[in-house]
């Protein structure tokens, strides 16, 4: 009897779906969503998504702050993905993101939206749809303002998504229902103010077509500021039309090539001062399972033909150094996955150490870290 | 019969053609825009026919915006600038490639030398594009367009500044030739002091190399760049920098995974500031060097290869003047840093001809090979001592102090995936 050994080294075939972390959509240089590569980020785009990505636990190291999410200051947030038979639900905590201000003037501070909740619920009928609820509320009764006299501060926010997903075609709805903060702390806050969100949203569709994913989305939102008996109104829009194509080498790795045209305004309403904003980044990507423990993924996007911002006064400006180069790695352990973007520790410990230099270290091994357990 | 299979952990031998980053030609002694005798990707910017030999890849070269002067930047070993692109193969035995943000220092170079103002400099070249196309055939060819356009119109912060160049080249069989067009430059800066503004007229850059036979390959290169630069206060001026050499290299396979390198070449650098109206105020580098570089290759494990080169000038004179009378207290300092640095001209005094001292070099690197995932990097570039913080003219950290770092293992990081 002929016996055919099988040695394997440990080797995992890992499909896309179990990777799940803003690590690699910055490493792939997607931001901390694609609309073009598959990864459950993308539930926060379109929630039907969560019929694709489920059963696993996620959480994104950072720190508690509520205010921006950044490279070097990354927020700390995480959730959990399961299937309920043609079901699947989600819980995610701590995505504090937010288009309201939180700095109202010189010492005058709103607070921030904290300790955010969204609920996922998504159904697959041969048409698969989904569903998220977000909120957050905060209140702060010893905040202090102009001549250290208490006030309250206050923050309250909800939004609702929908998505569907059928065959070849998605389309997502992402809703802000409210998005408020009442009260500036600080030596001149006053009770009375106020940053609202109107309600806003960003309307998208995309459409699968012989391994390449085309997409367009329109985001449009309103804010209106309030300090004392000021009132400013912004508005912001934007819209992208896109294309995305994965191209799998092999079961192991893929080279990833996407761009995208977009083209958006940030109007001061009340000033009627507006900054238009045009770009076209190329970005190219690969992704390889160096061994059975690691996966080392990389990008390079620039814009190309547009980039400029042009000013309220009319005056056009190229964006500068829009090279940028990102690197990740993800180190696997059986279901548990440790992601994380490399290269963005400089050579020296003293002063600025978040730059990228080109230097590979080992004590700084891996930051915006997220870790991902399958079950 | 037993078939045994064996399934490894995707590592495996990679021949040194799939090597490809400016830190392995680095470690090697060669620049890291392209060698005239090593195998490398970045020898499509030599002589873009070259991309023949290249499979399907992606390259990365990790970095950042590199080392701020003014509004303009360098691509420093410490600081170094971002970009990437891709190689793919079309049908009909062509190629295409495409790199987002290759910036050369030599253009950048010579726009800092037109920034004659108030300490700061003009934009360099940005999001430059190169597009490249080859094919095979009874002589295979290649061509690169490279462009680059960017401006502001915001008060204060006004400039422009653009660059087309054309490159082109073919080989057959033990010669090869190449032929570079830099077909226009602009920039300007009016809100700068001074008010600087750079033309670039048309440069070109000729070469070619032939085998002598497996081992030697003789090569030659000359290229001659002009500009007009006006700083508002002078007279206009004309720049010209000129460079040529010849040399020969020899490889050597000492062993299925040990490779020899040696390099000498004859080499003459002329960079020459002068008024329009005559030359009372020239300000000129003249340097002659004759380097003899010696570099190794070695597949240490299937998973780790290493390299290193020693080079020096076996005869070396550079001669300068009018440079502390052209460049005055406020840009010169910076500029005639910049100059000696990379030519060995003097940074103070009324010039002179001297020798080219302290020309030995020692560079080292390594690539971790994952499967067809390559990394590359330069070792032994970070000082022993973390504490010191960056200045505006260097990087403390990032000095070579014949230390092998752990915690910064790899600098001007290279990652490249070939498909």
Redesign the interface.
Known sequence: M??????????CVLSTSAFASKARMIALGQGTESRVISDSRSVFINPAEVNNFKNYVVTEWGTAANTTDTDTNPRAEGGFFREMGTFSYGLYLGNNESRVATVGATNRSFDAKTNALDLFFAGDMGLKWGAKFHYATSKDETATGTGSVALTQKTSAMGLSLGAIHGDIDVALNMDLADKAEGTSGIAGVAADQSKLKPSFTLETGYNWMGNKFYAAYQADKREETLGTTSTTYKQSDIRVGWGRT?E?NP??R?F?DAYFSTGSDENITVAGKTKSNRLP?T???E?????W?T?R???????IF?STK?P?G???????????N?GATLGFGKLKVDGVI?NTA?????AVN?????????NLMTRVGVTYNF | MKKIFIVGSALMLVSTATFASKARLQSLGEDKDGSYYISDYRNVYINPSELNTFGNKVFLEWGNTGKAVGNASLDTDSKTKAQGGMFYALPNDMKAGVILGDETDVAALTRILSSNGSNSFMQTADNVIDLFLAGKGDVNWGANLLYTQSESEVTNSRYKQHAYALRAGANKDAWNAHLLLALGAKADAPDLANTPTYKGKLGVRVGGGYDLDESNKAFAMYERYEWKQDNGTTAERIGSFNKWFTGVGHTKKITDSSTFFARLQAEMTNIKLETSTGNNTEAKITRFAVPLTVAFEHTATEWLVLRGSVGQNIHGTVEDQGLTANFGAANGPTIRTLAAARYGSSTAGNGGKKSIVNSTVVNAGMTFKFGNLELDGNIGTTDGNRAIADTATTEAADTKHGVLAFDNLMTRVGMTYNF
């Open positions: 002929r016996k055919n050994v099988l040695l394997v080294a440990g080797l191209h080498v192991t790795s080279v090539t190329l190219i990507g690969l390889t399972e160096a061994t059975s690691l080392l990389g990008s390079v996007s620039q814009n190309v980039g000013n006064a005056q056009t400006a190229s964006t500068r150094n829009s090279t940028g180069v690197a290269g050579g020296q410990r003293n002063g730059n990228k230099e080109g230097v590979l270290t080992t004590d």
